[in-house]
C-alpha cells in the first residue's frame, strides 16, 4: 500500500475507533490534517458524519465553489430541515430554525464560542462572511465532541461556524483579495493578510465592504390588475472586520483570540402593500466583540480550557414617515461570558467532561415606549458530560443544569427566576465492521427562557411568561461505501418527534395591543434524507453530486376544540430540499444546484388568500483557478435564479428574480 493511502485508512480507522478523541485535546492532530492533502481533510469530515450519534452535516470550503453557494444563507438551503427566514436581497435579514423549533431553538456558535442576541434571540446570519469561513456543520442534539462550553449544548442545534485558520506550514506572508460584484448594485471587496510569524504564532486580519443597491424588479398581482414594480427603500451600505490569532505557548498550552466589528446602516423596504411603494424605516446596526480561548493538557489525561467574552451590540431604528418620531427606537446590549470545560480522558475507552459557565446580559432602549424598565439577567449553566467510544458502539450521556437570575435596574418589575436539569442520551452503533454503517438514536431535553422583548416590550411582552419546554427524539442510519479508486457514495436517513410546550406566542387584547403568552403545544415530526456522491470520469474530469430532502408536520396541538387544531405551523413547508450537481474539469467548471420548498402559511391561522406559493430556485455556476507560479487567481460567474421565478419566503418580501454575480479572487 502506499505510504499516502496507508496514512489515509490508519487515521479513518482510528477516528472510528476512538471516537472520544474528537476534542479540543486532538486539536494537534486536526491541525496536521489540515497540512496534509484535502483528501485526507475530506475523509476526515466523511468520518465524522457517518459515526456521529446525532445528525451531523458539514459543508466545507471545497464544496461551497463545487456546489455553488453564494453566502451563508445559500449554504443553509443544502442542509436538510432547516427552514430560512430571508426578507429579500443583500441587506435583507437572514435566520435560520432547524425541524420546526424556531429560530430562537436554534444557537450559532462562532469559533468555539456562542453568538447571542438577548433581545429577540434571533441571530442573523447575513453578518458573516462565507469568504471568511472554512466549515459550517450543523449539530441536531448533542455534540460528539464533549469538551465544548456548556452554553453550547443549551440549544436544541447548534450551528457552527469555524472561520479559516492562519497557515503554519510557512514564513510567508499570504494574501487574498476578492472583487464581488453583480445586479442590482452589488459591490462587495473583501481582503484577508495571514502570516505565521514563528512556529508558534499566527496571526490573521480580514475586512470586507458590502454596498447593494437592491432595487430589483417584481411583479405585483391584484385580482386583474398585473403591475411591474421595483423594491425602493432598500439600499444597504454595510462593513465588518476581524483581527484573529493563535499562539502555541508550547505544546502543552495554546491561546487563541478573536476581535469582531460590524457596522450596518441600511434602508428597510418593508413589506409590500398594493397602491404604496412608500417606505422611510432606517437601521443602524453595529456590533463588536471580543473573545479569547486558552487550551492547555498536562498528563496526557486532563485537559482545561478556558474561554472569556465582551460583546455589544447596538440598534438605531429610523422612521421618518412617522411626525414627531413616534415610532424611533434605539437599543443597545451588553453580555460579559466567561466558561471554564475540564476534560478526564482516562486509558480505555471512557472520557469525561465537566463545563461550567457564566453569562451576564442587560438591554437598555431609548424611551418607554421601546423596552420596559432596565432589564438583566445572569445565567449559570453547568454540564457533566460521559462518553464511551468503543470499537462498534459510541454512547454519549449528559446532563446540564440551567440557572437563570432575572432583575431590573430600576427596581420594576421582572421575568421570573427559572431553573432546569435537562438530560440528553445519544448512541451510534456500527454493526458491521467491514462497513461502513452506522444505526445512531438520540434524546434530548431542554428549554428555552424568554428573550427581553418577550418579557419587556411595551406593550408586548410580559414578566410572567414560563420558558417553553423541548424534547426531541431522532433515529437514524449512515452509511459509506468508497467505490473503487475515486467513486464514492454517502447516504444518510433521519426520522425525528419532536415537542415544544408552553410555546410563547403573541395574542391581541384588542386591536392596539399584544401580548405574549404561554398558549401553544406544538409536535413536529419528519424525515432528513441526504446524499452525496463523487463519480470520476477519468483524466481530470469527475462528477459530484450532493442532494437533500425534508418532510416535516409541524403542527399546534394546544386547543382539540379549536379550529387551527392540527394546522401547520408558519412559515413551516411540509417539504423542501436541494440538489447540486458539479462538472469538474480542465476547462470551466460548471454546477447546476437548485433549492425549493412547498406552499407554506404566514400565520398560523391558515387566513383564506394568505398562503405563500412553493417555489423551485435553479441556478448555474461557472468557475476556473488559474495557478500563476505561487499564486492563484480564481474567476467565477454565478446566475442566479436564471428561470426569473417570482416567489417569497417570507409574505410580502418578494425575493429578487434573475440575477447575476461575478467574482475574482486573488491569493498568495
Excluded at 4 to 27: G, N, P
Amino acid at each position: 500500500m502506499k505510504p499516502k493511502k496507508f496514512l489515509l485508512a490508519a487515521t479513518c480507522l482510528c477516528i472510528a475507533l476512538h471516537a472520544h478523541a474528537q476534542t479540543e485535546k486532538s486539536d494537534t492532530v486536526i491541525a496536521s490534517v489540515h497540512d496534509l492533502d484535502e483528501v485526507l481533510v475530506l475523509e476526515t469530515r466523511q468520518r465524522k458524519v457517518l459515526s456521529s450519534t446525532a445528525p451531523l452535516h458539514i459543508l466545507g470550503r471545497g464544496e461551497f465553489l463545487s456546489a455553488g453557494v453564494t453566502d451563508i444563507a445559500d449554504a443553509l438551503h443544502r442542509l436538510p430541515g432547516i427552514t430560512l427566514r430571508d426578507y429579500g436581497g443583500a441587506g435583507g435579514m437572514k435566520t435560520v430554525s432547524v425541524r420546526g423549533f424556531g429560530s430562537k431553538h436554534t444557537g450559532v456558535s462562532y469559533d468555539g464560542v456562542m453568538l447571542s442576541e438577548c433581545q429577540s434571540g434571533e441571530i442573523d446570519l447575513s453578518r458573516y462572511s462565507l469568504e471568511n469561513v472554512d466549515e459550517l456543520s450543523l449539530v441536531i442534539g448533542d455534540n460528539d465532541d464533549i469538551f465544548i462550553p456548556a452554553r453550547q449544548v443549551s440549544t436544541t442545534s447548534v450551528l457552527n461556524v469555524k472561520t479559516i485558520s492562519p497557515p503554519t506550514a510557512d514564513r510567508r506572508p499570504h494574501l487574498t483579495i476578492q472583487l464581488k460584484f453583480g445586479s442590482f448594485g452589488y459591490v462587495s471587496p473583501f481582503v484577508r493578510y495571514e502570516q505565521s510569524f514563528s512556529k508558534n504564532f499566527a496571526l490573521s486580519l480580514t475586512g470586507e465592504y458590502t454596498y447593494a443597491e437592491n432595487d430589483y424588479p417584481f411583479t405585483l398581482r391584484n385580482v386583474t390588475l398585473v403591475t411591474k414594480e421595483h423594491r425602493t427603500n432598500s439600499r444597504m451600505n454595510s462593513g465588518h472586520g476581524e483581527v484573529d490569532f493563535i499562539w502555541n505557548l508550547n505544546k502543552w498550552n495554546r491561546l487563541s483570540g478573536k476581535l469582531y466589528y460590524y457596522d450596518n446602516n441600511r434602508q428597510l423596504p418593508g413589506q409590500v402593500r398594493y397602491y404604496t411603494n412608500i417606505s422611510k424605516e432606517r437601521l443602524h446596526d453595529r456590533n463588536f466583540f471580543a473573545q479569547l480561548h486558552y487550551l492547555t493538557h498536562w498528563a496526557d489525561k486532563f485537559s482545561l480550557k478556558w474561554i472569556g467574552k465582551f460583546n455589544w451590540v447596538g440598534s438605531v431604528y429610523r422612521d421618518a414617515l412617522m411626525a414627531g418620531g413616534v415610532n424611533d427606537a434605539d437599543y443597545w446590549q451588553r453580555e460579559a461570558y466567561t466558561s471554564v470545560s475540564f476534560l478526564y480522558a482516562p486509558r480505555g475507552n471512557w472520557v469525561f467532561d465537566y463545563s461550567a459557565d457564566y453569562i451576564f446580559n442587560n438591554l437598555s432602549g431609548s424611551s418607554w415606549r421601546t423596552i420596559v424598565g432596565r432589564p438583566y439577567r445572569h445565567g449559570i449553566l453547568q454540564s457533566a458530560t460521559a462518553k464511551y467510544g468503543g470499537k462498534q458502539l459510541t454512547v454519549l450521556a449528559r446532563i446540564l443544569y440551567s440557572l437563570y437570575l432575572n432583575g431590573d435596574r430600576n427596581g420594576g418589575y421582572h421575568a421570573r427566576n427559572m431553573r432546569r436539569l435537562s438530560p440528553s442520551l445519544s448512541l451510534s452503533y456500527k454493526p458491521f465492521e467491514s462497513e461502513d454503517f452506522f444505526v445512531r438514536i438520540s434524546y434530548k431535553n431542554i428549554f428555552r427562557v424568554p428573550t427581553f422583548n418577550e418579557s419587556y416590550y411595551y406593550h408586548y411582552g410580559s414578566t410572567d411568561l414560563q420558558a417553553e419546554s423541548t424534547w426531541q427524539l431522532n433515529l437514524g442510519a449512515t452509511y459509506g461505501k468508497r467505490i473503487g479508486k475515486g467513486d464514492y457514495v454517502q447516504v444518510s436517513a433521519d426520522g425525528y418527534y419532536n415537542r415544544i410546550r408552553d410555546m410563547i406566542v403573541a395574542v391581541p387584547y384588542n386591536m392596539f395591543v399584544w401580548t405574549c403568552v404561554n398558549v401553544d403545544k406544538v409536535n413536529a415530526y419528519g424525515v432528513d434524507l441526504t446524499l452525496k456522491g463523487i463519480k470520476e470520469l477519468g483524466g481530470s474530469h469527475r462528477l459530484l453530486l450532493s442532494a437533500n430532502y425534508s418532510y416535516q408536520r409541524v403542527k399546534n396541538q394546544n386547543n382539540p376544540s379549536s379550529y387551527t387544531y392540527g394546522y401547520q405551523i408558519a412559515y413551516m413547508p411540509k417539504h423542501s430540499g436541494s440538489v447540486a450537481l458539479t462538472y469538474e474539469n480542465p476547462w470551466v467548471n460548471l454546477s447546476f444546484h437548485s433549492v425549493g420548498t412547498s406552499s407554506r402559511w404566514p400565520n398560523n391561522e391558515h387566513y383564506e388568500g394568505t398562503m405563500i406559493n412553493g417555489y423551485i430556485d435553479c441556478a448555474l455556476t461557472a468557475y476556473r483557478n488559474f495557478r500563476i507560479g505561487r499564486t492563484v487567481l480564481e474567476c467565477r460567474f454565478d446566475l442566479k435564479n436564471m428561470f426569473n421565478k417570482q416567489y417569497e419566503i417570507v409574505g410580502r418580501y418578494p425575493m429578487p428574480g434573475r440575477s447575476y454575480q461575478f467574482s475574482i479572487s486573488y491569493k498568495f
